[in-house]
Nanobody, 126 residues
Framework: VQLQASGGGLVQAGGSLRLSCAAS????????MGWFRQAPGQEREFVAA????????NYAESVKGRFTVSRDNAKNTVHLQMNGLKPEDTAVYYC????????????????????WGQGTQVTVSS
């Protein structure tokens, strides 16, 4: 599966951006779609994930209440709505796909995700 991320850009602190990630193939119901980010000089970290079956979601503590992950089943697309952006949210954001053959709990470990998009830059100015 190829993942194409889009929607990054430059925004002032307190502003909003909406990232999208389109998959080249239909997403099976047991799969999870995730968002990770990597700031300069730092390791990639988990941001959010969504279960394709029931749209159940999971968030990193640092983005809870500000970010919302959602899916569009008809378009094989996942979105990340980011509100109340802070300078510390500046990073390259990656979407990812976790392939599962059965229902499974969420995971924030990037090693468990199988496919990755190319990343989109989000820059938040103070």
């Amino acid at each position: 599966v190829q993942l194409q991320a889009s929607g990054g850009g430059l925004v002032q602190a307190g502003g909003s951006l909406r990232l999208s990630c389109a998959a080249s193939e239909p997403i099976f119901s047991n799969y999870h779609m995730g968002w990770f980010r990597q700031a300069p000089g730092q390791e990639r970290e988990f941001v959010a994930a969504i279960k394709w079956r029931d749209s159940n979601t999971n968030y990193a503590e640092s983005v809870k209440g500000r970010f919302t992950v959602s899916r569009d089943n008809a378009k094989n697309t996942v979105h990340l709505q980011m509100n109340g952006l802070k300078p510390e949210d500046t990073a390259v954001y990656y979407c990812s796909l976790r392939r599962l053959d059965r229902a499974h709990p969420f995971s924030s470990f990037e090693s468990l995700y199988n496919d990755w998009g190319q990343g989109t830059q989000v820059t938040v100015s103070s």
